[in-house]
């Protein structure tokens, strides 16, 4: 359930405050009594709309993300792929506070990206006038008036996750008499991502708008696919067996990865190693080079099963890496110690229970690897001989079960944030249609 900022009658997620207008004249109401932001339209107003070739306009419903500085566009991409998974939603146009058009690689496919306008009258009409969304959320962006009120004047409606909100930024917009009523609430719904911003928000907004506190959005990753039958015989294969992973293992951490899997045989000589190399055309010259060192080998591209006595399993089939993550307790994550970094989400194999172990090669995720090794949920090693240590004290499953439980915490914390925020959204849009205010 939402938490709202307060069990005050001011709170609307909580009570209607005595004599509040109507939701349509509310919107408008505040602004049109301050001042303030009165002027500041006026003096944003003039200017040409500067000619952008924008992306064209698909058919249909647009929603529309715009993204505060400080909001990672791999933990907004959580938000878009939870709508995209939404029959009829529509697409998503994407900007963020940067001059230019955001990456989206890696997002939905069909979701567009644009520079938001400048903040002049007649740039955001222009931009209005050729995306006309059907909804706007802000996440983690601070609200700009002129915006804010164009949006407002065209019922379009409007969600806010804010950005942590300190006294002095609070004090800032208080300097401004009756702006920030009138531009906070003009909001259907506003998200906060901790108390003291929701009490705060609350103060600012009147208690037109409803408040709750949704958490602070972090990057998460969704589990990868794996097809249940094939998971279910191959643990039938394996049984008790200690298993861990080598994933996506470059060609020069292969004699580290063996050398590791050859020291935790001298403790549980029915450990499997299932090595994925880099390049999946590797593994028949792989499995041929371990036989010849009197490795007991199968290999996946040849449909050989992991039986006793085979002590590698060399996985280099396309498409079954959540299989991989499912089976083995203990995932290496290939290329953070001789290579130059991993090729997967380190949240990939940690949302999934299987503890990591890295080298310190952590680019391109260097804040999850923050956030996981914060967390207590990995172990880095830095040399072939630690990465040997590593893998023989975490075959014993309760060593392996701390990290993992650490890490699939610290991977699933953001995932309610991100459904709620979709949800807020969802709501908003169902409102509109409806033509009533979204639900808390």
Same mark, same amino acid.
């Given at each position: ?15 209607? &405050?005595? !004599? %509040? =207008? $109507? @939701? /349509? ?7 049109? #009594?301050?001042?303030? +932001?009165? *002027?500041?339209?006026?003096?944003? &107003?003039? !200017? %040409? =709309? $500067? @000619? /952008? ?7 249909? #419903?647009?929603?529309? +993300?715009? *993204? ?7 933990? %907004? =991409? ?14 998503? +146009? ?347």
């Amino acid at each position: 359930m939402p938490t709202c900022a307060t069990s005050s009658p001011r709170c609307t997620s909580c009570a209607k &405050r005595p !004599g %509040a =207008a $109507p @939701r /349509r004249r509310a919107e408008t109401a505040g602004m049109a #009594r301050s001042p303030a +932001l009165g *002027l500041y339209l006026l003096l944003h &107003r003039a !200017g %040409a =709309a $500067p @000619r /952008r070739d924008r992306p064209a306009r698909a058919e249909g #419903r647009i929603v529309w +993300l715009h *993204l505060g500085q400080g909001v990672a566009l791999a933990s %907004a =991409a959580q938000i878009a792929r939870r709508l995209a998974a939404e029959r009829g939603l529509g697409r998503l +146009l994407v900007t963020t506070e940067a001059p230019d058009a955001p990456d989206l690689t890696g997002w939905p496919a069909g979701c567009a990206a644009d520079a938001a306008p400048e903040e002049s009258g007649a740039a955001i009409a222009a931009f209005l006038d050729h995306w006309r969304p059907a909804h706007a959320t802000f996440v983690g962006a601070a609200p700009r008036p002129g915006l804010v009120t164009a949006l407002a004047r065209r019922r379009i409606p409007a969600v806010l996750y804010a950005q942590p909100m300190t006294r002095g930024s609070a004090l800032t917009w208080r300097l401004r008499p009756g702006m920030a009523a009138g531009i906070f609430a003009s909001f259907r719904r506003i998200l906060a991502p901790d108390a003291a911003t929701a009490e705060r928000l609350l103060s600012l907004s009147g208690g037109e708008v409803p408040i709750e506190v949704a958490g602070i959005l972090r990057e998460t990753a969704d589990p990868v696919p794996h097809a249940e039958a094939e998971r279910a015989a191959l643990r039938q294969i394996i049984g008790t067996r200690p298993v861990w992973f080598a994933c996506a293992c470059p060609e020069n951490e292969e004699e580290a990865v063996i050398a590791a899997h050859r020291s935790a045989t001298r403790l549980s000589h029915r450990c499997l190693l299932i090595l994925q190399p880099q390049d999946p055309a590797r593994g028949p010259a792989l499995a041929a080079r371990l036989e010849q060192e009197d490795w007991a080998v199968a290999l996946r591209s040849r449909d050989e099963d992991p039986e006793d006595p085979v002590s590698v399993l060399i996985a280099d089939g396309e498409g079954e890496l959540g299989l991989w993550y499912r089976l083995a307790p203990i995932t290496y994550l290939g290329g953070t110690l001789l290579g130059t970094g991993p090729s997967r989400n380190p949240f990939e194999p940690a949302v999934l229970g299987s503890a990591i172990i890295t080298g310190p090669q952590t680019a391109p995720y260097p804040d999850a690897f923050r956030r996981l090794s914060d967390a207590r949920a990995l172990r880095l090693v830095r040399t072939a001989t630690a990465l040997a240590d590593a893998v023989s004290e975490l075959v014993a499953p309760d060593r392996a079960a701390v990290l993992a439980h650490n890490g699939w915490v610290c991977a699933t914390d953001g995932a309610e944030v991100t459904e709620r925020i979709a949800a807020a959204i969802l709501s908003g849009l169902a409102a509109a249609e409806a033509g009533g205010p979204a639900a808390a």
